[in-house]
């Protein structure tokens, strides 16, 4: 089985900076954060880009509590797995910062979709990447912040 998520709505290259300082992030990226090795990244992606997409093969296997998903991006506990979006500044020797990082829950998706997914072979997570304030999006991510769909493999 393959996830893909699907993003937009990107902050842009620059945002406030943290409370407490008065430096401001710029050349910001995004990728997606390898289970167990933080400073390993897929695809990291320019914060101006007009949308952005990463494919993740994983596992998914039923459960005691529903259906489990595994694999080199996904994190956590069996009863909460999730996805890292890591946010970080990209400098002139092209070393990622990270400065933030969004969790994509996936014990959140709906159980029949995800059911749905691994019979048709590919789980979509939509999601815009900016948050209220105009700063790349952190914390939780849960539906409605993403919509998940199953989809036909290709």
């Known amino acids: 089985?393959?996830?893909?998520?699907?993003?937009?709505?990107?902050?842009?290259?620059?945002?406030?900076?943290?409370?407490?300082?008065?430096?401001?992030?710029?050349?910001?990226?995004?990728?997606?954060?390898?289970?167990?090795?933080?400073?390993?990244?897929?695809?990291?992606?320019?914060?101006?880009?007009?949308?952005?997409?990463?494919?993740?093969?994983?596992?998914?296997?039923?459960?005691?509590?529903?259906?489990?998903?595994?694999?080199?991006?996904?994190?956590?506990?069996?009863?909460?797995?999730?996805?890292?979006?890591s946010w970080g500044t990209v400098d002139e020797a092209h070393t990622f910062t990270m400065f933030r990082r969004a969790k994509l829950m996936l014990d959140a998706i709906p159980a029949e979709t995800l059911i749905a997914s691994t019979q048709t072979g590919l789980l979509v997570g939509r999601l815009g990447l900016t948050d209220p304030r105009g700063n790349p999006l952190c914390a939780r991510v849960v539906p409605p912040a993403i919509i998940w769909t199953a989809a036909m493999a290709h």
């Open 1 to 85: 089985m393959r996830i893909r998520i699907d993003a937009d709505h990107l902050p842009g290259l620059s945002c406030a900076p943290a409370p407490g300082s008065d430096q401001a992030y710029r050349n910001i990226h995004v990728a997606i954060q390898r289970r167990g090795r933080p400073s390993e990244l897929l695809a990291p992606q320019p914060g101006n880009a007009l949308a952005v997409s990463w494919t993740l093969e994983c596992t998914a296997n039923a459960s005691p509590a529903g259906t489990d998903v595994k694999g080199p991006y996904v994190q956590g506990r069996p009863d909460g797995r999730f996805i890292y979006l």
